[in-house]
């Protein structure tokens, strides 16, 4: 399984970008596909996460809002638009996958092990 993250760039303030990620190989269904970011000097954190469905969606707080998560099963990608982006956006996008398995506690999503795959990361720069 490999994940294929793109579209990051440089973007203003009050701007938009929209981040896509293609997956190929074979992943179980249902399965759960996030976003994460790190900025440079910090740790990698959760961005949002969807179901295959598109029926749940999580975001952190700083981006609920402001950033949608959305999914194209037919095409196996997930994307993130990002709106009205701020400096503190900046950070390498990564993508990833679970694959298909349950999950225990109501923020597992949260947790970077609750994911199987990972994409190698697109940077995203936010200038004011």
């Known amino acids: 399984v490999q994940l294929q993250a793109s579209g990051g760039g440089l973007v203003q303030v009050g701007g938009s970008l929209r981040l896509s990620c293609a997956a190929s190989?074979?992943?179980?269904?249902?399965?759960?596909m996030a976003w994460y970011r790190q900025a440079p000097g910090k740790e990698r954190e959760f961005v949002a996460a969807i179901s295959w469905s598109g029926g749940n969606k999580y975001y952190t707080s700083s981006t609920k809002g402001r950033f949608t998560i959305s999914r194209d099963n037919a095409k196996n990608t997930v994307y993130l638009q990002m709106n009205s982006p701020e400096p503190d956006d900046t950070a390498v996008y990564y993508c990833?996958?679970?694959?298909?398995?349950?999950?225990?506690?109501?923020?597992?999503?949260?947790?970077?092990?609750?994911?199987?795959?990972w994409g190698q990361g697109t940077l995203v720069t936010v200038s004011s």
């Open positions: 990833a996958s679970d694959r298909g398995q349950r999950h225990s506690g109501s923020t597992w999503y949260l947790r970077p092990n609750e994911y199987d795959y």
């Open positions: 190989g074979s992943i179980r269904s249902p399965n759960y």
